[in-house]
């Protein structure tokens, strides 16, 4: 079998999961290479914790078999990366004044945020199941162990003061066994911590990102689960932060030492209690406004088409590939992509066989509309696209052009 059903909260453990949407049959984003197959794209919400989650767990080596996406293609990633080692950093030298901290990094890409670390004076270490980005992080300088985070990497890897698992934890199924293996990993004396950050759902909800659901995201993460799954597993959240990477995202601070727990956890507590967030008829609303969005961009691209006028779309991004696909739009709608990576260039989206090209595509095609299909990185792609003279189409929270 190449997935399995999800048949209680990863988190909790309840079998009491309502569906609340179904987006259908689509292929898996980051495939490039052979996108035939489909798999079934259902959200259900654990109304024990809150926990939204999707209804099926594809197999890793699937999923992850070939992985396309570079993390340091985005200058903003890099300084968000770079914020992220400084504020890591504070935090640790309170508690030692060891000079060389060790950072390991799970899910380590292409080794942009250990880069950061290295330079902050770190000795750093990358665990990644993508081999060829674990040989391309060698390259770079920063060691790697290419695998999965599991009891053989576990070995693999030495003691460290901060574990940090930025957009993976999202991805995991056995979130409580990857929980107590890095846990295990840190340093009792230096008083070792685990940084992990997650696109936050209340985001998801209020922005309709409806994009963002797609098969690697196996877990939509409300501030309320994780805090009880940290403090499940021995080891509280002392710090949540919200920081303004992929669209908003919760970075945490854990640890099984003693911390003092921060004003910002209870704070975040109350704010979601008072949101709406654990009521399931908020996701009734949101699976509503999804709608809007599934009508307006065809009907928009449509209408340009038939005008004349040429429209490209501006990052090949897993959640771009998604939203084309829930949206039913493909190649007769849209002249190409451009994406800067280059693993990604030379080949077609799944589904909606759109050429994807490299960034003098834009160039050569003058196009009349750019679709910002990274609207997370909305400000990067204008900056680098403004002298071409074309209007911009972004797709969410509402379809715009500006
Ligand atoms: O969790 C995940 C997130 C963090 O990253 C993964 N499951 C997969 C991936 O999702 P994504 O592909 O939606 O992420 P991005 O970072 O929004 O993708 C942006 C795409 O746009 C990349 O393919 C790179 C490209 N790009 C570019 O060509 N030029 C991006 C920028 C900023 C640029 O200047
Ligand atoms: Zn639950």
Known sequence: MEYKKVAECRVCGSKKLTKYLDLGEVPLANNLESPEKKYPIEMLLCEECSLSQLSIVVKPEILYASYPYHSSVSQTFKKHCRSMALAVKEILLKKSDLLNHMAVDIASNDGCLLQEFKEEGFYV??????????????????????????????????????????????????????????????????????????????NLLNYVQFDTIYHEHLSYFLFKPLHRLFKDMGCPIFRVDQVPVHGGSLRIYASPYDYEIEGSVNEMLLSEANSGFYDVQTYGEFAENIEFIREDLPFLLFSLSEEGKKVMGYGASAKGISLLNYCEVDYTSIHSIVDETPAKQGKLTPMSNIPIFSFDAFEREKPDYILLLAWNFAEELIKKTKHLGAKYIVPIPQVVII
């Open 125 to 202: 270490m990358g665990v990644e199941p993508c081999k060829e980005l674990a040989k391309e992080a060698e390259i770079k300088g920063i060691s790697t162990v290419d695998d999965f985070w599991n009891e053989d990497t576990f070995k693999r890897v030495p003691a460290c003061d901060v574990i940090t698992a930025t957009n993976v934890f999202a991805h995991v199924d056995d979130v409580k066994g990857f929980m107590e293996l890095a846990k295990n990993k840190l340093r009792a004396y230096s008083k070792g911590i685990i940084v992990v950050e997650v696109p936050y759902m209340a």
